[in-house]
T-cell receptor
Framework: QKEVEQNSGPLSVPEGAIASLNCTYSDRGSQSFFWYRQYSGKSPELIMFIYSNGDKEDGRFTAQLNKASQYVSLLIRDSQPSDSATYLCAVNTGTASKLTFGTGTRLQVTL | DTEVTQTPKHLVMGMTNKKSLKCEQHMGHRAMYWYKQKAKKPPELMFVYSYEKLSINESVPSRFSPECPNSSLLNLHLHALQPEDSALYLC???????????FGEGSRLTVL
């Protein structure tokens, strides 16, 4: 059973809309949660991290965490074509140094 | 520009060759990582060094040999690789040894 699950997409949203990316995880002991963006042919880049239940906002990005339901989501407001990428959800499972990635959701922002 | 530098960016090697991938960071981060990523797959953890000591080895075959000469450098020595080892090899560092990873641009390896 996968530890971190994401819908592979593609998720297609029009420019200016809100993109909602979701992730579920199986380890109830997980403490920290991360969203990485990966453009095609490039390396992952950290966008947001969240440790506590609730919302965390950074510019156009909002991370949401619900530990009781074991899901974490990323909202991208006013989506731009430059947001088109694969978004990887990552969770610390087990030791603090071990990060488990989901398979990623490919986001396409259309003009 | 990324502050984690990986060399070489591309490497082609035969199954009998010995080569090394290099990674350098000057951010004072205490943890460094090697990940392997195949096309359309997420990164897979290979090794973690914390304070220059190997703390995690994800049961990686011995044909991959990591080395951390000092807190800024991380090497991955490659020997007798198989074609299925062809992938993007990503180095990352972390200030706190948690999930806040700063990735290098990667070394794309092709094994013939």
């Amino acid at each position: 059973q996968k530890e971190v699950e994401q819908n592979s997409g593609p998720l297609s949203v029009p420019e200016g809309a809100i993109a909602s990316l979701n992730c579920t995880y199986s380890d109830r002991g997980s403490q920290s949660f991360f969203w990485y963006r990966q453009y095609s042919g490039k390396s992952p880049e950290l966008i947001m991290f969240i440790y506590s239940n609730g919302d965390k906002e950074d510019g156009r990005f909002t991370a949401q965490l619900n530990k009781a339901s074991q899901y974490v989501s990323l909202l991208i407001r006013d989506s731009q074509p430059s947001d088109s990428a694969t978004y990887l959800c990552a969770v610390n499972t087990g030791t603090a140094s071990k990060l488990t990635f989901g398979t990623g959701t490919r986001l396409q922002v259309t003009l | 520009d990324t502050e984690v530098t990986q060399t070489p960016k591309h490497l082609v090697m035969g199954m009998t060759n010995k080569k090394s991938l290099k990674c350098e960071q000057h951010m004072g981060h205490r943890a460094m990582y090697w990940y392997k990523q195949k096309a359309k797959k997420p990164p897979e953890l290979m090794f973690v060094y914390s304070y220059e000591k190997l703390s995690i080895n994800e049961s990686v075959p011995s044909r991959f040999s990591p080395e951390c000469p000092n807190s800024s450098l991380l090497n991955l020595h490659l020997h007798a690789l198989q074609p299925e080892d062809s992938a993007l090899y990503l180095c990352a560092s972390s200030p706190g040894g948690t999930g806040e990873l700063f990735f290098g641009e990667g070394s794309r390896l092709t094994v013939l």
